[in-house]
T-cell receptor
Framework: GAGVSQTPSNKVTEKGKYVELRCDPISGHTALYWYRQSLGQGPEFLIYFQGTGAADDSGLPNDRFFAVRPEGSVSTLKIQRTERGDSAVYLC????????????FGPGTRLTVL | GQNIDQPTEMTATEGAIVQINCTYQTSGFNGLFWYQQHAGEAPTFLSYNVLDGLEEKGRFSSFLSRSKGYSYLLLKELQMKDSASYLCAVRGKGNYGQNFVFGPGTRLSVLP
């Protein structure tokens, strides 16, 4: 079946602009995670959804970052007033939230803030 | 706090065996995962350990010692395509649910 998909694959924006990044999880997966990854680093946790609610948003760096999952499937990560330091690959993952809770990752969105 | 350590880089020869170590200190423990990530691609799941001991899956095996906060990934019969970063991740317990903490990754280069 289809895996996790993310759009756009690449996004270039200017400092101060607003961006939205979209994630389509694997059908039936109730858990959804957002991470960001800088070059040479491991993914950094941002937020975790269980269904429609954000079960853990402790990784969001500040109030410029916000994420929603209104129908418990597709999720959108929103970044306001982008800064050059926001440049990274933003990864989305989903899982069944079962006992082993294996996460399956999407290809990521590479965000570049000029 | 949460901290995960892995060697930054390793080099091995095609056909050999390599062991990638991971040590962790986390608030709560609910499983340890290994992922493989080729350059420019998403991480892909390799293995999961929640109890002490060795889990074998083909050429890859993963070991866990919870009392020592230690795991390793063992790759046998190395192939050129195994050149990638290997990420250790620990599932802990956050205030409102679960979260994953990834280590920085170990970049493995397999040489002919």
């Amino acid at each position: 079946g289809a895996g996790v998909s993310q759009t756009p694959s690449n996004k270039v924006t200017e400092k101060g602009k607003y961006v939205e990044l979209r994630c389509d999880p694997i059908s039936g997966h109730t858990a959804l995670y957002w991470y960001r990854q800088s070059l040479g680093q491991g993914p950094e946790f941002l937020i975790y959804f269980q269904g429609t609610g954000a079960a853990d948003d402790s990784g969001l760096p500040n109030d410029r970052f916000f994420a929603v999952r209104p129908e418990g499937s597709v999720s959108t990560l929103k970044i306001q007033r982008t800064e050059r330091g926001d440049s990274a690959v933003y990864l989305c993952a989903s899982s069944l939230a079962g006992e082993s809770d294996t996460q399956y990752f999407g290809p990521g969105t590479r965000l570049t803030v000029l | 706090g949460q901290n995960i350590d892995q060697p930054t880089e390793m080099t091995a020869t095609e056909g050999a065996i390599v062991q990638i170590n991971c040590t962790y200190q986390t608030s709560g423990f609910n499983g340890l995962f290994w992922y493989q990530q080729h350059a420019g691609e998403a991480p892909t799941f390799l293995s999961y350990n929640v109890l002490d001991g060795l889990e074998e899956k083909g050429r890859f095996s993963s070991f866990l010692s919870r009392s020592k906060g230690y795991s390793y990934l063992l790759l046998k019969e190395l192939q050129m395509k195994d050149s990638a970063s290997y990420l250790c991740a620990v599932r802990g317990k956050g205030n409102y649910g679960q979260n994953f903490v990834f280590g920085p990754g170990t970049r493995l280069s397999v040489l002919p």
